[in-house]
């Protein structure tokens, strides 16, 4: 055999390798054992093993020595490299690798081969890790299938052997890591960490892929079984002497061969990852995975994910509410009831462990705790040792697994696909529930509490209002009695000055109403009404009973004359003797003295002749009414011993009789004639008097009328009435005289004058019974209007 | 000795229910439903005054002469009642008080999570922890 040269690398290594291999320090290795399990490591085929072997001479030797193994390990390392394997490659070749042995040498820098290891060596040195550990110590048999039983040994091996408590729970999880470690690889998945181990992956990936399709249904059942296949050819890495001296038993029994250098590097990353290696440690990659998740619901990484969205996206993993509602209050660190990056991932990181069929701890697993802002950088520096160690995975491993297992291992390279059952939690939710909106359990808020929404109450103003404005309104309407009141007597003598014939009647009316509407309250509607109907009255017929005194002429300031005059002339009745009346009465002080011989004449001419003597009688009669009025309201006065109130009325009257010439004329003259006759039929008066002014004659006489009958009873009637007769017959009689002589003259213009006086008194009685009326019917007035400011206070409530 | 203290709902069926000794549980399930009547006197007692915090604890209901019951109202109408047996004698009002308080807290952690629906009986470990813990406190 020739001499080996070996460089210093390839010295150390094949030292380590062979007291790897030489486990009895007999400085001699047997061709079967550990080396038989490092030569398979190499991954060379048999025929090319034995083809090194005996090319080094073992087979001669039927042992390894120390030179040979040296040699055996070169031909690997020149097999490896696919050079063929003659002897006088071994010095020939130059910057050979380094044998291969599954775990290379040359990859062990990768923290990543480290972790394999120290996941291998885990069970001896480290609690946390569990699966590779013991799947290691169960695979040391060499036999590809595994089962729980030896997982339990060796987990048990594992706490004799690791003074640290190891949460039996981390063996699912890391096959559980591995599995998904290897299937990246192979699904030629996302640049990890593990580029380093590229490389190195490809053996595995190679030796995967068999072992773990017929791992597959084991792992159906067992988790291990595939990690103690990677954790095999781990194992098949020589151990470094730490790490003998870490886990004697373990290593005993295991096959794996570490390499000292990946055992060294191991135990180092190890030692720093045992203080955060944790079952539930979330691994890269599914730490990855997470984020994604979360952005998809929260773009701002720094942000919260409300309850909502998340008990939606949870309860697509169609685990149970009770399991849900557990997992958050795990991962809800805050209770805030929204989820921040890191509590996402660890609920996110329990929900995959629950589906996996780990039960949910009591307690959140320190890995999975939210980090602390300000401890984000060691907890960073932690999560990736951790995840050096892979061991991120949901503790308690059951003997059973669910069936969902493989299934999840397979969809573990397929991160982002939807049709992986856990991780993109199907669409259908299983609970469709809608969230839980807190509306009634809201505690600050709640309707119940003191948060009275206050509720208006109005007092009703608008009502008051309304009150108001009808109480304004009815004001107005008792202003409108008022108004209509003193509207009155505008609109009378309106209502005059629209109709002579209807005016007195409507003054006669309205006075009516007055006096009436001393009974009536002050409504407005009756007053109303009261006023209508003196209207009606008034528009009916002219010739009603009763008509009141004419209401104050709308011209005072017409002398007695004027007045009376324009009276005459508009109180006639239509026809001709409006305008004789008009024509008549600036000329009625000169006239009486003709009128009175004019009077007869006037008389006869009515008498004989029809409608012309009207007006020429007209004329006359008035001096003789007056005459006749005065005549007879002389007598009646001097018989009756005239009062002031008969003088009075005496001037009222005549003045009425003056303002109203013509009725009061043919009132006059029924007065004269009818003295005693108190009648309060001024139509049937006015027709005596030749057809005068019917209606508006009635006011004017009524008062006279009753003064007449006042006077009457003071006075017998017959006297009265003889004496009106009398004077009426005697100023009837005159009149024709006069024009017959001139001393007849004479005792007509005595008779006119005296007819003149009398027809002054009546004027004058007329007048004060007419100011009477005023007064009453201002008092009238005043007593509605203090009944209106009674009733408007009244109004107002 | 003996402490029962259920949650209710404003319909007063019970949320929560744990009692020490779990033999009596039955009759402080009685307890606490008849107490539920003094609970609403005095809440409508209150008329429409704010609820603050110290109105939230209705202090001792009443006491028989077996045990003492206490009640809490949440501002959500959620009725917590305590029953705790007159032999205790060691239970000031303050401590009473501070249990309410701890049960409250527990009580909106609950309802944080958003698959908790309001009228569940209440499942929560956490919630049980607690109170098994404050329980053991006051025996």
């Known amino acids: 055999m020739e001499g080996l040269t070996l460089s210093e690398a390839e010295q150390r290594y094949y030292c380590d390798l062979f007291s790897y291999c030489d486990t009895e320090s007999t400085k001699k290795v047997a061709s079967n054992g550990r080396v038989l399990e490092l030569f398979r490591a190499a991954q060379l085929p048999n025929d090319v093993v034995m083809q090194i072997m005996e090319l080094c001479g073992a087979t001669r030797l039927g042992y390894f020595g120390r030179s040979q193994f040296y040699i055996a390990l070169k031909l690997v390392a020149v097999a490896q490299s696919g050079l063929p394997l003659r002897v006088e490659s071994l010095n020939t070749v130059k910057d050979l690798p380094l044998p291969r042995f599954v775990v290379s040498k040359n990859e062990q820098e990768s923290r990543h081969t480290a972790l394999y290891s120290s996941d291998a060596d885990n069970p001896a040195s480290y609690s946390g890790v569990i699966p590779p550990p013991p799947g290691r110590v169960q695979v040391k048999k060499g036999s590809v299938s595994h089962d729980a039983v030896q997982q339990r040994t060796s987990s048990d091996q594992q706490e004799s052997t690791s003074p640290v408590v190891s949460p039996q729970q981390s063996p699912p999880t890391s096959p559980h890591s591995w599995r998904k470690h290897n299937r990246h690889p192979s699904g030629g998945n996302n640049e990890r960490p593990l580029a380093g181990p590229g490389p190195f992956w490809a053996p595995f990936s190679e030796a995967q892929p068999g072992s773990s399709t017929s791992s597959d249904p084991i792992w159906s059942g067992h988790s291990p079984p595939p990690h103690q296949e990677n954790w095999v050819s781990f194992a098949d890495t020589p151990p470094t002497s730490a790490l003998l001296a870490m886990h004697p038993a373990s290593v005993q029994d295991q096959t794996t061969v570490r390499t000292v250098a990946s055992a060294t590097t191991t135990n180092e990353i190890r030692r720093q990852s045992s203080s955060y290696d944790d079952p539930w440690k979330i691994t890269d990659e599914q730490r990855q995975y997470y984020v994604n998740q979360f952005k998809t619901i929260q773009p701002d990484l720094n942000g919260f994910i409300p309850g909502s969205a998340a008990k939606e996206f949870f309860t697509k993993s169609k685990l149970p509410i009770l399991e849900l509602s557990h997992i958050w209050e795990l991962s809800d660190f805050d209770k805030d009831g929204a989820l921040t990056l890191d509590e996402f991932c660890a609920a996110f990181h329990l929900v995959v462990a629950r589906k996996n069929g780990y039960d949910l701890p009591e307690k959140l697993p320190e890995s999975l705790m939210p980090k602390l802002i300000d401890l984000e950088d060691s907890t960073e520096v932690g999560e990736q040792t951790g995840e050096v160690g892979y061991s991120g995975s949901p503790a308690e491993a059951p003997p059973s697994k669910s069936p969902s297992m493989p299934s999840l291992n397979q969809t573990w390279p397929e991160l982002n696909q939807s049709s992986e059952q856990w991780e993109t939690f199907s669409e259908r939710s299983s609970s469709s529930q809608t969230l839980t909106q807190f509306d009634s359990n809201i505690a600050p808020a709640d309707p119940d509490t003191a948060i009275v929404h206050p509720v208006p109450i109005r007092m009703t103003p608008s009502k008051i209002h309304m009150q108001e404005m009808e109480l304004k309104r009815t004001g107005s309407d008792h202003t409108n009695p008022t108004s209509p009141l003193l509207v009155k007597p505008p609109d009378l003598p309106e209502e005059n000055k629209m109709s002579s014939s209807v005016k007195y009647t409507s003054g006669n009316t309205v006075t009516d109403g007055y006096s009436s509407s001393d009974s009536y309250t002050s409504d407005p509607e009756q007053i109303g009404s009261a006023v209508t109907r003196q209207r009606s009255h008034s528009g009916t017929s002219p010739d009603n009973t009763a008509p009141p005194p004419p209401p104050p002429r709308p011209h005072p300031s017409h002398s007695r004359s004027s007045s009376l005059d324009m009276n005459r002339s508009f109180s006639v009745t239509p026809g001709q003797q409006q305008a004789g009346v008009v024509a008549y009465p600036p000329a009625v002080p000169p006239r009486p003295q003709p009128s009175q011989g004019a009077g007869p004449h006037v008389h006869r001419p009515v008498d004989a002749d029809g409608l012309i003597s009207h007006t020429s009688t007209s004329p006359q009669q008035i001096p003789e009414q007056p005459n006749f009025a005065d005549f007879s309201q002389f007598e009646a006065f001097a018989a009756s011993g005239v009062n002031k109130e008969e003088d009075d009325e005496i001037e009222t009257h005549s003045e009425a009789l003056q303002v109203e010439k013509p009725s009061d004329s043919a009132s006059s003259l029924r007065v004269a004639k009818a003295d005693g006759r108190v009648e309060e039929k001024v139509p049937a008066n006015v027709p005596t008097s030749a057809g005068k002014g019917t209606t508006p004659l009635a006011p004017p006489p009524k008062p006279i009328r009753r003064r007449l009958k006042s006077e009457d009873e003071l006075r017998p009637e017959a006297e009265e009435h003889t004496q009106k007769t009398g004077v009426i017959a005697a100023v009837l009689a005159s009149q024709p005289s006069i024009p017959r002589s001139i001393g007849k003259d004479k005792k007509a213009i005595q008779a006119s004058i005296r007819r003149n006086k009398e027809t002054n008194t009546v004027l004058a009685r007329l007048n004060s019974e007419l100011q009477q009326q005023l007064k009453d019917v201002l008092e009238e007035r005043i007593s509605l209007e203090v009944q209106l400011e009674q009733l408007r206070p009244f109004s107002h409530l | ?139």
């Open chain 2, 1 to 139: 000795m003996e402490t029962g203290i259920i949650c209710h709902r404003p319909q007063n069926y019970p949320l929560y229910i744990r009692s020490v000794p779990t033999e009596n549980e039955l009759k402080f399930h009685y307890t606490v439903h008849t107490s539920l009547d003094v609970v609403d006197e005095k809440i409508s007692a209150m008329g429409k005054a704010m609820v603050d915090q110290r109105e939230l604890y209705l202090g001792l209901l009443y006491p028989t002469e077996d045990y003492k019951v206490y009640g809490y109202v949440t501002n959500s109408k959620v009725k917590f009642v305590m029953v705790v047996d007159s032999s205790n004698t060691a239970l000031r009002d303050n401590e009473i008080r501070s249990m309410f308080r701890k049960l409250h807290n527990s009580y909106t952690d609950i309802m944080c999570n958003p698959f908790y629906n309001p009228g569940d009986r209440i499942h929560s470990r956490a919630f049980d922890n607690m109170v098994n813990s404050m329980m053991m406190q006051v025996c």
